[in-house]
């Protein structure tokens, strides 16, 4: 059975940083597209980043320069740094993950919520 648990949540000062983490377990993602996503309320859940490889990463326009995410396949874990965050970064970050044939993301982890304060 497939998990993503993510950690690393929080609440941050604008400006401030924070580090998410996310471990798979179940079966190795070596070669799948992991992701963060993220979720406001009132607001669709919006891709923020993805990585195939360390030299193959997308990230939304809205976090370009500020967010870097990573993965280490020997640990079955993708990771997201987040800098200078914005009162607007504050939402639900979820972990995600496709294989490479797939459109959609098809498995998820429960969410870890991330709050900036202004």
């Known amino acids: 059975q497939v998990q993503l648990v993510e950690s690393g949540g929080g609440l941050v000062q604008a400006g401030g940083s924070l580090r998410l983490s996310c471990a798979a377990s179940?079966?190795?993602?070596?070669?799948?597209?992991m992701g963060w996503y993220r979720q406001a309320p009132g607001k669709q859940r919006e891709l923020v980043a993805s990585i195939i490889s360390e030299d193959s990463t997308n990230y939304a326009d809205s976090v370009k320069g500020r967010f870097t995410i990573s993965r280490d396949n020997a640990k079955n874990t993708v990771y997201l740094q987040m800098n200078s965050l914005k009162p607007e970064d504050t939402a639900t970050y979820y972990c995600?993950?496709?294989?490479?044939?797939?459109?959609?993301?098809?498995?998820w982890g429960q969410g870890t919520q991330v709050t900036v304060s202004s």
């Open positions: 995600a993950v496709r294989s490479l044939k797939s459109v959609n993301y098809q498995y």
């Open positions: 179940g079966r190795t993602f070596s070669y799948y597209f």
